[in-house]
């Protein structure tokens, strides 16, 4: 089993949506989470970064994370053509056993005009 | 402008070849890293170094080699390229004390 697990999508949207992206780890140590963002032949880069459970807003995104259920989420509302990228999750326990970024599989966005 | 670049962008090379890939961050991190991306796939770490003369393979076996003489320069070398290495190689650093990594546009590697 993996540890993290990301729904690899595509997932297209109409623009204006508001979006839903999720994923669920299974290593309870994990307390840093975060999103990137990767448009197509680009490095991915830091969108959104928290630490342990609650929430996080910047804008138009919304970062949740549930340490009890073992899954967090991006959300993006009035989302935007610019918005169409893969979106990775990242998580680690810094520090702990793993001490290195896990990173899941990324969702495809597509955000239609 | 702080930035981490990596080179060449794009490269495609015959079997045997040796090659390196090159990255170098202006923001003195002290930790760097090498992953492998393929589409549909998490990226996998294959080394990453936290100092100078400091380099330790990741969790992805990998035939490359790694090395660290100055902070801000990360190479990645090929010994013998075959087909199977065809993928993109990003590089990223980030502070020793802080989680997020900067990432570098990345090289992508075709082997032919």
């Known amino acids: 089993q993996k540890e993290v697990e990301q729904d690899p999508g595509p997932l297209s949207v109409p623009e204006g949506a508001i979006v839903s992206l999720n994923c669920t780890y299974s290593?309870?140590?994990?307390?840093?989470f975060m999103w990137y963002r990767q448009y197509s032949r680009k490095g991915p880069e830091l969108l959104m970064y928290?630490?342990?459970?609650g929430n996080k807003e910047d804008g138009r995104f919304t970062a949740q994370v549930d340490k009890s259920s073992k899954y967090i989420s991006l959300f993006i509302r009035d989302s935007q053509p610019s918005d169409s990228a893969t979106y990775l999750c990242?998580?680690?326990?810094?520090?702990?056993?793993?001490?290195?970024?896990?990173f899941g599989t990324g969702t495809l966005l597509a955000v239609q005009p | 402008e702080a930035d981490i670049y990596q080179t060449p962008r794009y490269l495609v090379i015959g079997t045997g070849k040796k090659i390196t890939l090159e990255c170098s961050q202006t923001m003195g991190h002290d930790k760097m890293y090498w992953y492998q991306q393929d589409p549909g796939m998490e990226l996998h770490l294959i080394h990453y170094?936290?100092?100078?003369?400091?380099?330790e393979k990741g969790d992805l076996s990998s035939e490359s080699t790694v090395s660290r003489i100055r902070t801000e320069h990360f190479p990645l070398t090929l010994e013998s390229a075959r087909p199977s290495h065809t993928s993109q190689y990003l590089c990223?650093?980030?502070?020793?004390?802080?989680?997020?990594?900067?990432f570098g546009s990345g090289t992508r590697l075709t082997v032919v």
């Open positions: 290593n309870s140590a994990f307390q840093y």
């Open positions: 990223a650093s980030s502070e020793s004390r802080r989680e997020s990594y900067t």
């Open positions: 928290t630490y342990s459970s």
């Open positions: 170094s936290y100092g100078v003369n400091s380099t």
């Open positions: 990242a998580m680690s326990d810094y520090g702990g056993a793993t001490n290195k970024l896990i």
